[in-house]
């Protein structure tokens, strides 16, 4: 086990460069399962979610090749199963995206319930919704859920709830479909484009993504590509809420600025300033934040994604804050380890309302999930002392090089091995 241990109070100055979108490549490398050849997906962030995925692609037998760090080349075309195996998926939510891919290839997918950070309940109904109007029958037997048809058929879906992973999961089991699939009120985050325009070069006929509402005309083949995934807007909204929290002047490159939009907005309403390039922002923390009030929403809504770490940067705010969470029924558990620091904060259901302090001071932290995590880490950057976060495997689910990546920006960060008492005390 290992911990991060962060002396606080450097500004961060630098330059930092964004890796591949985590919840774009989840997405993507199980759609890999649908081409009839040879996929290459370059940008591929080195975070452990990701190595998950992969572990699944090789289990039911893709054949994986390594091209460099951040590149695969993924040959789906000797996958026989549609059984995922159940203690991967367990690991993380997006390996719910097995079920669409599978229902897209065979018109049958096996596979246990999924995973993931615990924001209270993640039901899945939508998918099945979507799933059964496609004409698959969906049956939970021995703890999996079993999906099949005798060929799918496109359809209308309305979403009750506009859900990521419903849309990401609709248009995978409908893009081979027979005739036009409708998704009305889908979300619109830039990972679902990413994901259309990745089954569209292989010859996908999806239109509207980005909007709420998208057409699938199904096609018989798909084939194989070279694809790029986006940059990680969550990470690089993660860093600009770190450089403006320790009022400094950081770079983030390799991003795209629209995608930034609704973070950059609410940073410049905490008195930091932001510069847009074509590839890169540039963020310039204020002396101390400014209050105001967040509230999270699908994109273009400021994201669930950045709450913990836009929360943690308002805690020492001139003021009070109210910060709203809107997607999820249970996503403040972190802020005990915030007030243990000093923070005044008080939740009631899905609001916090925030009043600022001058100043936080170091405390035992752990993470609570993976963006709580990466807030616990803003927090014992701007921290007096010595802050130590346990529990740190949520932070690198999502995260590439999280360590390198802070340290090239001056911050004081050492990733430690936890030496379990017990074995200390044996070998005295
Ligand atoms: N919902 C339902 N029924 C469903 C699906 C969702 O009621 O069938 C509800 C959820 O309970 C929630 C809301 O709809 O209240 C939104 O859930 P959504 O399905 O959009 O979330 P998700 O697909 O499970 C993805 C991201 C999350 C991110 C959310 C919201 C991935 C792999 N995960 O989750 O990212 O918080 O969208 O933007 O894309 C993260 O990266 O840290 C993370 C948790």
Redesign the pocket.
């Known amino acids: 086990m290992e911990k991060f241990v962060i002396t606080g109070g450097r500004r961060l100055e630098g330059e930092v460069i964004i890796s591949g979108a ?2 774009a490549a ?1 997405a993507i490398l199980p759609a890999v399962i649908l081409s009839d050849g040879v996929c290459r997906i370059e940008n591929i962030p080195g975070i452990s979610d990701v190595a998950v995925i992969v572990r699944i692609l090789y289990e039911l037998g893709a054949n994986v090749k390594v091209i460099n760090k951040s590149t695969l080349e993924i040959d789906p075309r000797h996958i026989a199963s549609h059984v995922v195996p159940a203690d991967l998926t367990k690991r993380m ?2 390996s719910s995206y097995f079920m669409g891919a599978m229902l897209g290839r065979f018109n049958k997918a096996r596979i246990a319930p999924p995973g993931g ?1 615990d924001f209270g ?7 099945i919704k979507g799933f059964e109007a496609l004409g698959a029958r969906v049956v939970i037997d021995g703890g999996m859920v079993d999906a099949s048809a005798e060929r799918l058929v496109g359809n209308p879906v309305y979403l009750d ?1 506009v ?4 849309t990401i999961n609709i248009m995978l089991a409908a893009v081979k479909a027979r005739g036009l699939t409708v998704i009305e009120n889908a ?1 619109k ?1 830039p ?1 679902i484009v990413d994901l259309a325009n990745f089954l569209n070069s292989m010859g996908a006929d999806i239109m509207g993504a980005g909007t709420d509402v998208i057409k699938i005309r199904g096609v018989e083949h798909l084939s194989g590509v070279t694809y790029s995934i986006i940059p990680d807007q ?1 990470e690089a909204g993660t860093y600009m809420v770190a450089a403006a929290a320790t009022g400094g002047d950081v770079l983030v490159k390799n991003v795209i600025p629209k995608h930034l939009e609704s973070i950059t907005a609410k940073l410049e309403e905490a008195g930091a300033t932001v510069e847009e390039f074509d590839e890169a922002v540039r963020i310039i923390g204020p002396s101390r934040p400014r209050h105001c009030n967040v509230k999270t929403m ?1 994109h273009p809504g400021f ?3 950045m709450q913990p770490q836009m929360a943690t940067l308002l805690s020492v705010a001139d003021g009070a804050s109210i910060v709203t969470e809107s ?2 029924d249970n996503r403040f558990r972190y802020v005990d380890q915030l007030t243990l620091m000093g923070a005044k904060i008080q939740v009631d259901g899905k609001v916090a309302v925030i009043q600022g302090v001058e100043g936080l001071t170091a405390a035992p932290l752990h993470a609570t999930d ?2 709580a995590g990466a807030a616990m880490i803003i927090a014992g950057l701007m921290a007096r002392g010595v802050t130590e976060i346990e529990d740190i495997t949520h932070i690198d689910r ?1 995260y590439e090089d999280v360590t390198a990546k802070f340290s090239a920006l001056g911050a004081d960060i050492r990733r430690v091995k936890i030496i379990n008492p017990n074995l200390r005390k044996a070998a005295l």
């Open positions: 985590k919840n989840v939510r997006a950070c309940v993640r039901p899945i109904d939508q998918h709830v859900s990521v992973g419903a979300a985050e990972h969550i699908p994201p669930t994604d997607v999820w993976l963006r999502g």
